[in-house]
């Protein structure tokens, strides 16, 4: 690792899957380099992994947080592979598929070949009973409507509503994104929150045509091979497996828990850390991987126009409910990964995950769990509900829904306060200006779901890039 005699200081503050993933980087780069380093990991909870939060009871596999990752975007399978988790990764239950949009107080089938709320086969559409003939006339319309000239940014409703129609929007469109972003359609940004789409539009002049291509050239690529990833993978013994294992590589990573950072102050020479306890610690170089509102407390006495535009990024608040009961129970429930809940479908929960169907190794043999989603921009109150009230809200939505009757097995509620970035239209023009403020102080970085992408392989995305950036300074700062 070079000379320790010159070893550099480094101080990661939040210790979720950005944080975590900053380490990991930062400890391989660094040996690459031949830089010593030193890394305090500073995490404020007593626990390492930030929302990515697996539990073990009675044989169920239970996720406080996200429970799978989304292998369009590689990076954490990338990673789950480096890491020798490859035989632990999972694919989901193909035999069991399918989703369900509650409208008009019954369950229909999302259509087949609905990818992430564009339609790209006809007849599952046209047999449709969740579309109207008129909505699925509009629909049709999409690849003669031309493409938008003016690229300023646009809200995802306004997108989606132009060139599907209101009513893809209202039963499809705004009920899925609630399940990823805990979004309200009529402010997320559609370029911040799915470039993909804008890209589409623009090169292909049609969602539709565009979706179509694409799924031309991976069904021609895929001939005769067996898909390697479903869309959605998890870990045999959930998502933690990943977190942990993270934690189990790092060398030159001293575990902080418990530790609050309160400030960070610019020195000549690097970073001081002030925290809670009364400690100050001094650094040659400060990631910081909190949500961007604690973020900006930190910065305050650094660069004021850079904490004031931090805090412009909104959060929302979310729970989730898990509930396990018998199969003979549930019965009625054999097929489909859940359901999600149109908001004009005036219900208390955003959607449900058959969690055991979705996933093998959830559940024992003769049990069935699932998994509702509270709150978000909508219903951001309803997280707040006491335990009690929160689920005598959830039984009897699902007792609406899904006709469960029975008493759970066990339910188990994680609440997850201010911890949704909300990408709002304006997101792209303050990413850039944070970034154009922060690169000002040489040796800070900032990292996390705030900024380019919400999901995990974002997050793992943005932390690698940042790493990379810390060695090189630290690199040229000990020349």
Known sequence: MGDRQNVKKIAIIGAGIAGLSAAYVLEKEAADNGISIEIDLIEKQSRIGGNILTERKDDFIVEGGPDCVFSEKPASLKLCEKLGLEKELLKTREEKKGTYVYWNNKLHDLPEGVILMIPTMIMPILLSSLISFPGKMRMALEPFIPKRSNLAEESLSHFVTRRLGKELLDKIAEPL???????????????????RFVELEQKYGSLIRGMLSRRKEMVSMMKGRTPKYTMFMTLKKGLQELTDNIQNTLIFTTKLTDKEVIAVIKKNSGYEASLKAGDIKFYDSVIIATPSYITSSLLRGVDSDLADKLMEIPYVSTATVSLAYSVADVNHIK?????????ISNRKIMAATYTSNKFSYRAPEGSMLLRCFVGGAQNED???????????????????????????????????EKAMPQYVVGHIDRIKKIEELSAKHPGLYLTGSAYNGIGISDCITTSHKVAEEAVKFLKADGQ
């Open 177 to 195: 994104v609630a399940g990823i972003h805990a979004g309200n359609p009529k402010s997320m940004s559609i370029t911040a929150s799915f470039p």
């Open 335 to 343: 097929n489909g990964f859940g359901f999600i809940v149109p908001g």
């Open 382 to 416: 309803l997280v707040f509900l006491d335990n009690k009230e929160m689920i005598q809200m959830v039984k009897t939505e699902l007792k609406d829904i899904v006709n469960i009757k029975a008493k759970p097995i066990f339910i188990k509620i994680y609440r997850w």
